[in-house]
């Protein structure tokens, strides 16, 4: 049975949080929608799928899932669905689970611009994915580290509406999202470089150089 997670009790699953006003973090899609609360959804990256919410990469260190929640969730005003992954998750197949929770915020009424999904990495793909099913709607998008060469390679291309940020780290692999921003049907288009010289795992942890950006982005455009 899919249960909510309020902020006191996500204390116990993803590690210590502040209360948030006017909003609560779920680790799943919540039993009970408010059609006048904003929505913000976010997709961890590959490493995180399976049972440790703060797994080590060797090149990169510690992935801070609780931490990275926490900072989406202060200030509050929105209600933050971070679920954890299982192991080897098919990325099509969370993009269609991540499509059906939107598909049901916008049944009960909460209007398309008070939805935003976030993903990097490995969930900034199944975000993209889920995203392009539901272009014609308006929700508002944001990508952290997930494109090579302007786009994400995908067959057939992804094509996003509403709001797009992309954010990228100067000295990861990944890059601009310019390209798919370009044959995309956005209502608008801000992309952000962070220098840290951490590489991909910038976003390992919530840098205040993406963090801070990113909650100003939903705070403008989640409304």
Not at 25 to 50: K, Q, T
Not at 117 to 126: E, P
Not at 183 to 188: E, K, Q
């Amino acid at each position: 049975m899919l249960r909510t997670l309020p902020v006191l009790l996500c204390l116990l699953m993803l590690g210590s949080a502040r209360v948030v006003a006017g909003g609560e973090v779920y680790d799943r899609f919540p039993d009970v929608i408010d059609p006048a609360g904003r929505y913000v959804i976010y997709s961890h990256g590959l490493i995180v799928e399976g049972d440790d919410p703060r797994p080590v990469s060797p090149e990169f260190g510690v992935y801070d899932f609780p931490a990275v929640v926490r900072a989406l969730a202060a200030g509050g005003g929105f209600h933050l669905i971070a679920h954890h992954r299982p192991k080897n998750t098919v990325p099509e197949a969370y993009a269609e689970m991540l499509d059906g929770w939107v598909r049901r915020l916008l049944a009960a009424k909460v209007a398309p611009g008070r939805i935003t999904l976030v993903g990097f990495s490995r969930g900034g793909q199944i975000t993209a994915l889920a995203s392009s099913r539901l272009a014609s709607a308006g929700i508002n998008t944001a990508i952290l580290a997930a494109c090579s060469k302007g786009d994400l390679v995908q067959v057939p291309p992804i094509v996003l509406g509403g709001h797009l940020l992309s954010v990228y780290e100067t000295t990861d692999v990944m890059g601009s999202c310019a390209t798919l921003a370009g044959w995309s049907r956005l209502a608008s288009f801000e992309e952000i470089a962070i220098s840290t010289g951490k590489k991909h795992g910038a976003f390992y942890r919530p840098l205040p150089g993406w963090a801070g950006p990113l909650r100003a982005w939903i705070e403008k455009t989640n409304r």
